[in-house]
């Protein structure tokens, strides 16, 4: 059952529309009464976060472990799709609540400052 906070594998779409890349993204919320999915790549080239608005995910962090993740991570919320469900594959672990309320709180911020 697909759910915000779930991280799946994807074919995530290249900022140009020119490919695809399967990789994995983080589910953030079903965007409406379809099954589309508003998700954020999911990267582990750390060094590439944006200070302000990404997220990153370490082997320190208490929900790393369940995350499915293998090396340190980092949330793009700067890289963000709209995707619909059929096109997520399967799913490899989760985040907490906890670290999802405030990806959603970081977006937000985000989206309302210029």
């Known amino acids: 059952m697909k759910g915000a906070g779930q991280i799946v594998l ?3 779409p290249y900022s140009d ?6 990789r994995p993204v983080l589910m953030l919320r079903q965007a409406s009464r379809f099954d589309d999915w508003l998700v954020c790549m999911v990267s582990s080239q750390v060094q590439q976060a944006e200070a302000d608005l990404d997220e990153t995910l370490t082997p320190t962090d208490p929900d790393f472990a369940n995350s499915g993740l293998k ?4 949330l793009r919320l700067s890289r963000l799709a709209l995707l619909d469900g059929s096109l997520l594959l399967g799913s490899i ?3 907490s609540e ?3 309320v405030n990806v959603r709180q970081r977006l937000a911020k985000w989206v309302a400052s210029e």
């Open 93 to 95: 672990g989760t985040i």
């Open 10 to 12: 994807t074919p995530f």
């Open 71 to 74: 090396v340190p991570s980092v």
């Open 98 to 100: 906890e670290r999802l």
């Open 17 to 22: 529309l020119t490919g695809t890349k399967l």
